[in-house]
């Protein structure tokens, strides 16, 4: 990052004081530009980067909720509409007692690009609340995503905002939700929300859709190698959605995986996660994860540890982090490349710091990046906005061909930019000079807003 681009970065990270999370994803696509505007000298003209850092709005809102004991708690919503150059606003709202208005300005910073990535109409947006859905009935889950939505309903809708799920919102959370702004709204308007249930306007293949879509991202970038999923070993972090969901298809594919983990510690299972058994854990009891360990013959609970500990021991070609931000860092870095590790893809939302990614690249690791590693949730997310403006259903079988087909399409685009611009076969330059390109010349077309 050099000269204009580097006095732009100062200016952001001076506008927006302590929010490191978005000075990270900031700087990180920042990194990539230099090339782009030496060739592009209209962007530097049109104020590009300055405006693609500034949201377009900034809602901040106090969600107030009874719990069961009838005490009154509070909680702060967010929303920020980043940047609707390509199309309504699309990003997840997260639950988590985490979120921050920096923690929901990366990511909707992220998003933009990512969904730019897809080819599809949407824009990029993001949203949550502090609110912490473990251990809360699904009465307190409802009234509070019944105030969220009384205020957030006004803010949204099929032309301008579509919220879907992410970390603490699923099918339920989204049911709440969408039942409130029915109500708010006397309309059944299918298309505000995505991420639905399947009998009343949801898609089928969401809820694999993010983890299938990173494998098949990854499948693509081993096939560069003359390599494929079959009889490697892999470790995917988490154990919600994405997780689950990438185990499935590794598994589908050929590949083995070998660990998975949740906030308090990790599996290691050298005959192969059995995905049926973690889903039941995680997804029906909603138990945690060492609950697995105790129904599975020859599994191991790792207390405490990250899922990457498991490289120390064991070699592994794959690694898939699909748990949070940050998680896998520059020590853990050097263990899987030790560790023979060939390929990391990006199922999270900026899962892997800095120096971390910085690591892989510079030993030659494929490194998917989750801006295209994991844009097939909100691709499919796209797809179900397009069967709800129709009115139509699709079958699984074809929702998950159009899938591969667009994460086949994000790789092909990553790796094409990447080339052109001098630098073969690294999917960050691609990607995020593909996605920039994207939203800069539509950014140049609607003219100075």
């Known amino acids: 990052m050099t000269g204009a681009i580097s006095d732009i970065y100062a200016s952001v990270l001076a506008r927006n004081p302590g929010e490191t999370e978005f000075h990270q994803a900031v700087g990180e696509v920042f990194d990539s530009l230099d090339r782009v505007l030496a060739k592009h000298p209209e962007y530097v003209e049109a104020s590009i980067l300055e405006r693609i850092c500034e949201p377009e709005r900034q809602i901040i809102f106090r969600v107030p909720w009874v719990d069961d004991r009838g005490r009154v708690q509070i909680n702060r919503g967010f929303r920020v509409q980043f940047n609707s ?32 990535l897809t080819g599809m109409p949407i824009g990029g947006g993001k949203g949550g609340s502090d609110f912490d859905p473990k251990g809360k009935s699904d009465a307190e889950v409802m009234r509070f995503c019944q105030s969220f939505m009384t205020e957030l309903q006004r803010h949204i809708g099929e032309y301008t905002d579509v919220p879907a799920g992410d970390i603490g919102v699923g099918r339920r959370e989204i049911g709440y939700l969408f039942g409130q702004y029915k109500r708010m709204t006397n309309q059944y308007e299918s298309g505000v929300l995505t991420g639905k249930g399947i009998t009343w306007g949801g898609s089928l293949m969401r809820t694999e859709a993010t ?5 098949y991202f990854t499948q693509h970038m081993l096939e ?3 390599q494929s999923f079959d009889g490697l070993d892999v470790l995917v972090s988490g154990s919600g959605n994405v997780a689950i969901y990438s185990i499935e298809k590794v598994h589908a594919l050929g590949g083995r ?15 192969g996660i059995d995905v049926a058994l973690l889903q039941d854990v995680k ?6 994860i060492d609950a697995y360990v105790a129904e599975r013959p ?15 021991e064991h070699k592994v070609q794959v690694a898939l982090p699909s748990a949070t931000q940050n998680e896998l860092g520059a020590e853990h870095a050097k263990v899987l490349v030790g560790a023979g590790v060939v390929a990391v893809a990006e199922g999270a939302n900026m899962p892997t710091t800095p120096e971390a990614t910085e690591i892989f690249r510079e030993a030659g690791v494929l490194f998917g990046p989750g801006k295209a590693a994991n844009a097939g949730g909100v691709a499919t997310s796209a797809l179900e906005m397009q069967q709800n403006a129709s009115r139509d259903s699709w079958s699984a079988e074809y929702t998950d061909a159009r899938l591969a087909e667009i994460m086949q399409g994000i790789h092909e685009r990553c790796a094409e930019t990447a080339d052109e611009y001098g630098a073969p076969g690294d999917y960050v330059v691609g990607a995020n000079i593909a996605g920039f390109l994207r939203v800069a010349d539509a950014m140049l077309a609607l003219g100075v807003i």
């Open 85 to 116: 150059a390509l199309g309504p606003y699309k990003g997840g709202l997260r639950f988590h007692p985490s979120v921050l208005l920096g923690t929901v300005k990366f990511l909707g910073f992220e998003q933009i690009f990512k969904n730019a």
């Open 283 to 288: 997804e029906v009891r909603r138990a945690r």
């Open 257 to 271: 995986v070998i660990g998975a983990s949740d906030s308090g510690g990790s599996i290691y299972d050298p005959a």
């Open 224 to 226: 560069t190698k003359g």
């Open 211 to 215: 983890g299938y879509g990173a494998t």
């Open 298 to 312: 020859g599994a191991t609970y790792l207390p405490g540890l990250p899922v990457w500990e498991i490289a120390r």
